[in-house]
């Protein structure tokens, strides 16, 4: 009887563990959804922990997008790029970057099909991410397509008074661009 007992909880718990090997689609997602959740933390905390609390709050420094000159913080976009920059050097055949079809920076417009689809995607529901297959420079990515959501006034003020924003009201909350990540197939 103890080996029939036996017999029977190994094959309930085999029934519940994970597949042995995970299709590879469902491997990439997850992992961009990693990559992803890493960088929006990491600038979500930049953002609201430093820019805003030094320049908005205690006004101590303030943030440029000249921060070298001006001796001043580096803006959350620039550090995020700043940030994408060195991984993309460093790490071939995965990369990130933010995009916005609002882009003060015009090098930071949707640019491939992928991006342009996945921002109108999130423009319709900003809640889920925008997967799909995407070829650059004869190689095929995983391309995953994100909400990137004003978290701070430190966003908003710098969005709604630039003068070369192209869109001037912008609210906490309010989806402001994409993050875009790409992982090598």
Partial sequence: ??????AVMIALLSGCQKPAVEDP???????ADAVHKVVETDR??????????????????????????DKA???????????????????PGFSYALI?????????????E????GVEK???DSAQPYYLDEELGGEKYLTAVYADVAVANACIECHNHHKDSPRTDFKKGDMMGAVVVRIKR
């Fill in 1 to 6: 009887m103890k080996k029939i007992a036996v």
């Fill in 73 to 91: 913080l580096l803006l959350p976009a620039q550090m995020f790029r700043a940030s994408a920059e060195r991984v993309n050097e460093q790490s």
């Fill in 25 to 31: 689609d469902i491997a990439l997602k997850r992992m």
């Fill in 114 to 117: 992928a991006e342009i689809k």
């Fill in 44 to 69: 979500t905390v930049y953002t609201q922990m430093v820019v805003n609390r030094l320049t908005l709050e205690d006004k101590v420094i303030k943030a440029s997008e000249h921060w070298k000159e």
């Fill in 122 to 124: 999130l423009k319709l």
């Fill in 100 to 112: 916005s079809p609002w882009a003060i920076n015009k090098k930071n417009m949707p640019s491939t």
